[in-house]
């Protein structure tokens, strides 16, 4: 199954191509580059670069959020269009569970966070079901930084984004995690939603939309 992975939740994201759960190639987009009119364009050299085509991809797969409102409008609008014109299955992978599957020694438990500005952490805690998989034990929630890293102990696990900035809150609480399992990946987004999509777990290319959490700061002025 040749899938196609888009990571645009965070700057500067990236995209990858896999094949039956390999990666043949993983890009980093250009930080001024996350615009939809060239995200095609970079999609269609990557394929070119190893001999595809857009309507060889066989399955979509990409990051839903919670993460930068722009790159995961523009991320998901993508990857639908795609599914829509090419007829492949499309798969929404939460971004915090896509971080998750960076962690690959002998933690069985740990919390990601990603930046929700305003001095809050997007969070979540995931544990390893019978397989070794990774799987939320707790919804998504918001919460403030230093309140939530000074509830830490030193038996719990943290990586994730949200530890680019927040980081020296977090130290000699608990254990946090190399900086190598923070960022979400295409590669991670791409092969688990080939499984995904295996299992019979797919979008609905209409009614999916990015998973946001709350409203964008615009949006909650013009409320108020």
């Not at 409008?73 to 795609?82: H, M, N």
């Not at 943290?158 to 000699?172: H, N, Q, S, Y």
């Not at 409203?215 to 108020?224: C, I, N, T």
Request: hydrophobic share 40%; net charge negative.
């Amino acid at each position: 199954m040749l899938t196609l992975g888009l990571e645009t939740s965070l700057i500067p994201g990236s995209i990858a191509l896999c094949d039956n759960g390999v990666c043949l190639e993983e890009r980093t987009l250009q930080t001024d580059r996350r615009h939809a009119e060239t995200l095609i364009p970079e999609i269609q050299g990557l394929l070119a670069e190893h001999g595809y085509h857009l309507r060889d991809c066989q399955a979509v797969a990409a990051s839903e959020g919670p993460g930068s409102f722009t790159g995961l409008r523009i991320g998901v609008t993508c990857a639908k269009t795609l599914a829509y014109a090419t007829g492949a299955p499309l798969a929404a992978i939460p971004t915090l569970t896509a971080v998750a599957h960076n962690v690959v020694d002998d933690v069985q438990r740990l919390f990601v966070v990603s930046d929700a500005q305003r001095k809050q952490l997007f969070c979540a805690e995931f544990g390893r079901d019978d397989n070794g998989i990774w799987e939320p034990v707790s919804a998504i929630t918001i919460v403030y930084a230093d309140e939530f890293a000074s509830q830490r102990t030193p038996h719990d696990h943290v990586t994730g984004p949200g530890l680019i900035k927040f980081a020296e809150l977090f130290r000699d609480r608990c254990t946090i995690l190399p900086p190598a399992t923070w960022m979400p990946h295409a590669a991670v987004i791409a092969r688990f939603g080939e499984q995904e999509i295996r299992a019979k777990r797919t979008a609905d290319i209409w009614a999916l939309q990015p998973f946001y959490l709350r409203k964008s700061a615009a949006e909650e002025r013009w409320v108020g």
